[in-house]
Nanobody, 115 residues
Framework: QVQLVESGGGLVQAGGSLRLSCAAS????????MGWYRQAPGKQRELVAT???????NYTDSVKGRFTISRDNAKNTVYLQMSNLKPEDTGIYYC?????????WGQGTQVTVSS
């Protein structure tokens, strides 16, 4: 089983930046397909960004040009750099890891963007 621990959330004004981190343990990090998801109040969880073991990256349209996902295999960590934040980016951000048929989720970190 893979354990994931997110950090870096907080309260920021619109236009500001935050960097989320997700530290993984329990398996070989470099083989993991990693992703960030978010869930706003009253809404379903949605995909934000993903990065494969070969650094192939995908973003949802609403964050393209503002968010950057990256991974450091030496530190077993995936990051989400968020810039030009908007109030609609508010939500709980979850880290996700997939390996073969299995998946794990972190506990989530709250991001609140004030207008």
């Amino acid at each position: 089983q893979v354990q994931l621990v997110e950090s870096g959330g907080g309260l920021v004004q619109a236009g500001g930046s935050l960097r989320l981190s997700c530290a993984a343990s329990g398996t070989i990090f470099s083989i993991l397909f990693m992703g960030w998801y978010r869930q706003a109040p009253g809404k379903q969880r949605e995909l934000v960004a993903t990065i494969t073991s070969e650094d192939i990256i995908n973003y949802t349209d609403s964050v393209k040009g503002r968010f950057t996902i990256s991974r450091d295999n030496a530190k077993n960590t995936v990051y989400l750099q968020m810039s030009n934040l908007k109030p609609e980016d508010t939500g709980i951000y979850y880290c996700n890891a997939v390996w073969g048929p299995r998946a794990s989720w972190g506990q989530g970190t709250q991001v609140t963007v004030s207008s």
